[in-house]
Structures are given as C-alpha cells and as structure tokens.
T-cell receptor, first 116, second 116 residues
Framework: NAGVTQTPKFQVLKTGQSMTLQCAQDMNHNSMYWYRQDPGMGLRLIYYSASEGTTDKGEVPNGYNVSRLNKREFSLRLESAAPSQTSVYFC???????????????FGDGTRLSIL | AQKITQTQPGMFVQEKEAVTLDCTYDTSDQSYGLFWYKQPSSGEMIFLIYQGSYDEQNATEGRYSLNFQKARKSANLVISASQLGDSAMYFCAMRAKGGATNKLIFGTGTLLAVQP
C-alpha cells in the first residue's frame, strides 16, 4: 500500500538549475497538493489541483510551476532554482471535500532540496 | 483571513503523563474542519485526528482527543499516557475555504519531547 510516493528524496542543485519533483498517489484521490516546509513556518501551500486538468495557486506559488499529468500524478517544477527555495517539499492527496466530512490529506515522505 | 496559531514552540512531558498541545484558529466560515498531524524526526506527516465545526462531540482516536471549544476558537490536542514514541513535531491545521478541495492552513507546530 504505497499511498503517496515522492521522488527524489534528496537533491542538491546549483542556483539557476531546473528540476522537477515527482509525486504519484494510488488512492484514487481527486485532489493533490504541493507544500513547502521551512523551519519555524509550518507547511505552506504552493499549488494544488482539485481534479485532473486543473491547477490553482496556493499561498507561495512564485518560482514554481505544476502539472497534473493524470489523476495519479502531480509534478512540481522549479525552472530556475534560487537559494530561497531550499526547503523540504511535501506532496499530498485527498478526496474532494464536497460530500465528505473527514478528508485528511495523505502525505508523501518529502523531498529535501538544497540550492547552493 | 484564516489563521492557525500554535503558541508553544516546544514542550516537555514525563512518560505516562497526559499533555495538552494548544491550537487556536481564526475563520469567518461557519463550516470548517480542524486536523492534527504528527511529524516524527524521520520527517513524514501522520494524520492523527479530525474535528468538524458542527460536531457536537469532541473527537477521539485512541490516546488522542481533541478539546474543541468553538466559542473560544480553540482545538487543543490532548495526548493521554505519553509514550517515548510520541516525541515529535505536532501541527494543527484548518481546512481553508474555497472550492471543492481540502487544502489546509498549518500552524507553526509544537515540538514535544517525552522524557523517561
């Protein structure tokens, strides 16, 4: 029972390099999310997708792009990495809220990204 | 604007004692959901408990219970009979308004250390 799988687990980039973080879920969830976690700031939403083919900006979208490739996969791309994007990135998925009272998000194990 | 506040950066508790982690929230919505997640040192995010704004009873899940005081806008997590494995970061989160997704707003977290 894989749940939410993120790759890679660790990555070091140089400033200006590009990279795509991959995320896949096998729970047939409609919604998927990308968060970043910085020390002392909790998790902040970067982008989310309510369904296949739709994406929306979250709290901190600048410097990122996303693609909802299909229902299972939601990727996050850094086009030109900056040191300020050094963080731990989490992908999550959940069923849609409508009609469901309790829809906890299920998280991947995170990607630790360092940009030098 | 919606906001989650966790005022305790860190806490100690003796093994087998109960501990309360504080969480206050701010929202103008009538319908909302509150979640608690645990993040051990290994980094993954583990869903613990959920409370809906219209739930009349406080949520319980094993040793976890949620002390929900709607008028005070607080949703404190109570862990009974603490165990060494409870040492972790704990995040309170609220379902953010808008759309059909279940996107969350997180607090900054409380680091709990259980002492033998």
């Amino acid at each position: 029972n894989a749940g939410v799988t993120q790759t890679p687990k660790f990555q070091v980039l140089k400033t200006g390099q590009s990279m795509t973080l991959q995320c896949a879920q096998d729970m047939n969830h409609n919604s998927m999310y990308w968060y970043r976690q910085d020390p002392g700031m909790g998790l902040r939403l970067i982008y989310y997708s309510a369904s296949e083919g739709t994406t929306d900006k979250g709290e901190v979208p600048n410097g990122y792009n996303v693609s909802r490739l299909n229902k299972r996969e939601f990727s996050l791309r850094l086009e030109s990495a900056a040191p300020s994007q050094t963080s731990v990135y989490f992908c999550a998925s959940s069923g849609n809220f409508r009609g469901e009272r309790n829809q906890p998000q299920h998280f991947g194990d995170g990607t630790r990204l360092s940009i030098l | 604007a919606q906001k989650i506040t966790q005022t305790q950066p860190g806490m100690f508790v003796q093994e087998k004692e109960a501990v309360t982690l504080d969480c206050t929230y701010d929202t103008s919505d009538q319908s909302y959901g509150l979640f608690w997640y645990k993040q051990p040192s290994s980094g993954e995010m583990i869903f613990l408990i959920y409370q809906g704004s219209y739930d009349e009873q406080n949520a319980t899940e094993g040793r976890y219970s949620l002390n929900f005081q709607k008028a005070r806008k607080s949703a404190n997590l109570v862990i009974s009979a603490s165990q060494l494995g409870d040492s972790a970061m704990y995040f309170c989160a609220m379902r953010a308004k808008g759309g059909a997704t279940n996107k969350l707003i997180f607090g900054t977290g409380t680091l709990l250390a259980v002492q033998p």
